[in-house]
T-cell receptor, first 113, second 121 residues
Framework: DQQVKQNSPSLSVQEGRISILNCDYT??????FLWYKKYPAEGPTFLIS?????DKNEDGRFTVFLNKSAKHLSLHIVPSQPGDSAVYFC????????????FGTGTRLQVTL | GAVVSQHPSWVICKSGTSVKIECRSL??????MFWYRQFPKQSLMLMAT?????????EQGVEKDKFLINHASLTLSTLTVTSAHPEDSSFYIC?????????????????FGPGTRLTVL
């Protein structure tokens, strides 16, 4: 049972354009969501997060949007840069201590010149 | 930011042998560490939650007698894959939970190690 889904396994975007990565979840108990970036043979690195009390969080070129009614979140990267090429995972959890993360299946982003 | 290391970064072993993977939080204390496994082109799947000084909590479907976890100190957790078989070949990643001074409010952030590639022949 995949509680967090990323339906697009890959995405190709031209440098300078906007990259939009989508994520859907089924468990309405999740109240904290995170995006991680991962390079091959490395551990994930934290990118940005959002609490369920918000619908938008912005950090530089990265913005995460949350639509609780649709159980959907998205990560916008603008402008996209070649260094953004990586696999992006969304993850969900319950806020508080010792909370385990449930990861999506990942989307491979390729930013082309 | 907080640093988590894993050792070894890769290991090749023969079927039937045991392999130990170490996960260390280098500049913070972690009462809770997590072990994940990632198969090619798949998501990270949580295997177990490791709490310092107590038994690990395993996710459904993960054999606790096969994947031994020890969290003896606030900076070290180990995962031992016992009697490894080729189907255990995977990328194993640990994370350590910690809160940074002035960091996120109610969420203790997880910091991930670089992972260990295990290949069982």
């Amino acid at each position: 049972d995949q509680q967090v889904k990323q339906n697009s396994p890959s995405l190709s975007v031209q440098e300078g354009r906007i990259s939009i990565l989508n994520c859907d979840y089924t468990n309405s108990m999740f109240d904290y969501f995170l995006w991680y970036k991962k390079y091959p043979a490395e551990g994930p690195t934290f990118l940005i997060s959002i609490s369920s009390i918000k619908d938008k969080n912005e950090d530089g070129r990265f913005t995460v949007f949350l639509n609780k009614s649709a159980k959907h979140l998205s990560l916008h990267i603008v402008p996209s840069q070649p260094g953004d090429s990586a696999v992006y995972f969304c993850a969900a959890t319950f806020s508080g201590t010792a909370s385990k993360l449930t990861f999506g299946t990942g989307t491979r982003l390729q930013v082309t010149l | 930011g907080a640093v988590v290391s894993q050792h070894p970064s890769w290991v090749i072993c023969k079927s039937g042998t045991s392999v130990k993977i170490e996960c260390r939080s280098l500049d913070f204390q972690a009462t809770t560490m997590f072990w994940y496994r990632q198969f090619p082109k798949q998501s990270l799947m949580l295997m177990a939650t490791s709490n310092e000084g107590s038994k690990a909590t395993y996710e459904q479907g993960v054999e606790k007698d096969k994947f031994l976890i020890n969290h003896a100190s606030l900076t070290l957790s180990t995962l031992t894959v016992t009697s490894a078989h080729p189907e255990d070949s995977s990328f194993y990643i640990c994370s350590a939970e910690g809160s940074l001074a002035g960091g996120l409010s109610s969420y203790n952030e997880q910091f991930f190690g670089p992972g260990t590639r295990l290949t069982v022949l």
